[in-house]
């Protein structure tokens, strides 16, 4: 029987079992992943079906058509993971007594309570539940929660607590949220800046104080620039001292910032300050500073930008034609005597695709050239149209 010999030789068995090993993992796997999918759709499927449950309640509450106790009853037979995710919906979209309606039903459903207990958790996805439900339920009990979440070891619990202290607007964390936010990577800056421009105005005196104390000598650049334009995008209109005291700043990541800020605040910078700008050594400053020029209109530089559009680097020559353009009649004069009479190749092929990339200009130079054939010999285009 050479089937019975072969399965008395060790190797083959050994290759068979190996085999049949192999196939039995791999039909584990499959079932598995099968499995998991199913239990995800499922899941997605039923947490669908609940918030349009959700929804006919919330809406006649917040419409007054029906009491607190009302709601109450129909929402308490809903699994509570749910209860929260879709009050969280309406928590982030609502304000005013909409949304104090909206905690109301936080406080009547129990889930302040249900939120600290999440918050002490060893888990950290269930802390970052925890801080979300505090931040969606708002109240003065909760900011002492979320402050201490601040110190979490988890980025992602931290960054959720600053936002959730964001959203109810508490005072009290924007030292501490500027503290780790000077000691964060600069992607996480990036999110906690959004949640510092959530407090609005009430962040500006702090920030300004900050910035005067390390403007001269700060101990990181980056972080004083983005506080800077933390201040321009809360519209700080007083944080023009400081603005203008970081464009002399000896860092280039504060002086790129003083001119953004300048620009997003319009703030007036002088004809000095702009040129400046114009003639830093470093070009993503003298790009900012064109760019300045030309949102704040000021007439007396015309000629530094003519300057600019002879730099070697392309950003600068850029902005400094489009803001020739934004000055006006004055600035498109200029804009067509470098296209015409300059030396520099570049800064008549920047001219040249500034004027023509805007279709007004264009109407207007082909109503010129109209006027220019009607017109008699030797008469002025004012006497044409006159006549």
Known sequence: MPNSRFWEEPLYRLVLQITFAQILFLASVIAGIILI??????????????????????????????????????????????ICMELERYALMLKGSALADIRVLYECLNLRKHGKRLNRSFFWWRRLEGVRLLGAAGGEEVSGELLRRLADSHNIVQLAAARSLGSIDDPSAIEPIVRIMAESKQMSRRQLAQTLIAFGPAVQPYLRELVRKEITEPRDSRFIAMILEVLALTGDLESGPEIRAALMSPHLEIRIAAFKSAIILHLPLSPIELKNGLTDEQWPVRAQAALASGKLGDLTIGDELGNCLCDRSWWVRYNAGAALFQLGPLGIEKLEYIAQHAE????????????????????????????????????????????
């Open 37 to 82: 999918r199913s239990l995800k759709l499922y899941r997605q499927k039923k947490n669908k079906r609940i918030s349009q449950e959700l929804f006919t309640p919330l809406m006649k509450f917040l419409s007054k058509e029906s009491s607190i106790d009302e709601a109450f009853r129909a929402l308490k037979k809903y699994p509570r993971h749910n």
């Open 344 to 387: 520099d190749a570049f800064a008549r092929d920047m001219a040249i695709r500034t004027l023509t990339s805007d279709p007004s200009y264009q109407a207007l130079a082909d109503h010129s050239d109209i006027l220019k054939r009607l017109q008699p010999s030797g008469q002025k285009p004012g006497h044409a149209e006159k006549a």
